[in-house]
């Protein structure tokens, strides 16, 4: 994709752009605010609701009862309202099985920092490889390495218990870091290191996913390609600071070795997104530097936090799978006795679960029913204002949510709106509407965005 915004086609070339940066502003940096996000994201909302879309209408009279079914089924799922965060660690509990313990149990006797790297290195690389994979495909467990019950997308199967969809790709990345697949160390497999995420290619992610022509996941070579890219900017990371070329290295990063006990949760985003802005290849550039998740949109508008700015006007923000990655660190810095601070300065998720919810509880509506047949790309103008809106409104239901349930923003956080939450509630009514649960809309996926 790599596309110049359609407005500015004379975009500055990369050295340009390096050029004029200062070392204490990125040229990008106002796009890496989450408030940024939300701002952009509001200005598409209100544009919508003008009447100017070609694709959606907004129907605010079926909030109420989207609130409602969140909220029920937020009950239904933590009666003691004891919410967690949406993470990538609900996954590794998938069929009832405590998987972190098993881990910890592994990593036993290591140092509080030890622990921690291990827990960011397995978290960064399964978030990366969790990006849908699509309504065929499961994954087997192996027999006795996953016994349990209770609540995910699994089933019994020949040889131990099955998953599919996101619970699918978490057990079997999960299986495959103890497994030592992305470990370059023979005698030290519960590791993630440059040396050995660039070796990943298709044909290993094949054999992690169990995938096969009538077993498919989609987008394995853009997972593939994600993870390689992942090895050489953290291999260009440790060059240039010092630090183990893994994903651990964001810990000591965030942490200063260990000795900082409080984070905020837009320190960790502003971290990710400034190291791994190099392997955001099928994202956007602006200014001629590699973007990531952000996306033209004709009423994107220029806020930001404090005013607006003009140089990247016209461009909305999500950095989805970098937001997803956040809301999975936070916990492991918990577990190193890390306080995060600011855990609803972060949006809601705008991926087809959240965003499918708004649309099949008749939230959004499409102006032509046909556009639902048609297969979408990230960056098609419709996609892009489906996700604004799912982040724009997401915000409405979480504040809806928490009225209902008599929780505030501080007790129930939008992380804990989406797990108890938005998410399910997406894959629930989907489940309701089509059999085989797929999302209200065709999404041409490679792997690093949906």
Request: a neutral charge; hydrophobic letters at 40%; aromatic letters at 6%.
């Amino acid at each position: 994709m790599n596309e110049q915004h359609p407005l500015n086609p004379n975009s500055d070339t990369p050295d340009n752009a390096r050029a004029r940066a200062t070392p204490s502003r990125h040229p990008l940096a106002p796009l890496r605010d989450p408030g940024t996000v939300r701002l952009r994201c509001q200005a598409v909302l209100r544009s919508v609701e003008d009447g100017v879309s070609p694709f959606f209408s907004v129907r605010r009279e079926a909030l109420p009862a989207v609130a409602e079914r969140v909220a029920a089924l937020t009950r239904r799922r933590f009666p003691d309202l004891a919410i967690p965060l949406h993470s990538r660690w609900r996954h590794f509990e998938a069929g009832g099985v405590d998987r972190r313990a098993q881990l910890d149990a592994l990593l036993a006797g290591r140092s509080v920092g030890e622990r921690a790297r291990a827990h960011f290195d397995l978290t960064v690389v399964s978030v990366l490889l969790d990006a849908g994979a699509g309504p065929q495909w499961r994954y087997t467990e192996p027999l006795g390495e996953g016994a349990g019950q209770g609540a995910g997308d699994s089933d019994s199967g020949p040889s131990g218990r099955v998953y599919q969809r996101s619970e699918g790709l978490g057990v079997a990345s999960f299986r495959a870091f103890l497994a030592g697949t992305f470990s370059s160390t023979p005698d030290d497999p519960l590791r993630a290191d440059a040396a050995a995420l660039q070796r990943i290619d298709a044909s290993v992610l094949r054999a992690v996913f169990q995938a096969s022509p009538s077993n498919p996941v989609v987008g394995l070579e853009g997972r593939a390609g994600l993870l390689a890219r992942l090895g050489q900017a953290l291999q260009a990371e440790a060059a240039r600071t010092g630090g183990p070329s893994r994903p651990g290295l964001f810990y000591d990063r965030l942490t200063q070795g260990g000795t900082l006990t409080t984070v905020s949760a837009t320190a960790v985003l502003g971290e990710l997104l400034a190291s791994m802005a190099p392997i955001w290849t099928s994202g956007s550039r602006v200014q001629g530097l590699p973007a990531g998740d952000v996306w033209p949109h004709l009423w994107a508008g220029a806020a930001v936090p404090g005013g607006v700015d003009s140089t990247t006007s016209g461009w909305v923000p999500f950095h989805k799978l970098s937001q997803w990655l956040t809301y999975s660190l936070l916990e492991p810095l918990q577990w190193a006795g890390v306080q995060v601070t600011g855990l609803d300065a972060l949006t809601g998720l705008p991926e087809y679960r959240n965003g499918g919810l708004l649309l099949d509880a008749g939230v959004l509506v499409l102006r032509d029913p046909r556009l639902a047949a048609r297969v979408w790309k990230p960056s098609d103008p419709l996609i892009v204002e489906w996700r604004a809106l799912t982040v724009a409104l997401l915000d409405e239901v979480a504040q809806r949510v928490r009225a209902v349930l008599g929780k505030t923003a501080e007790e129930l956080p939008m992380a804990g709106v989406l797990e108890g939450g938005t998410w399910a509630a997406g894959r629930e009514i989907a489940r309701e509407l089509r059999e085989d649960g797929s999302p209200p809309l065709r999404l041409d996926s490679d792997g690093t965005v949906f």
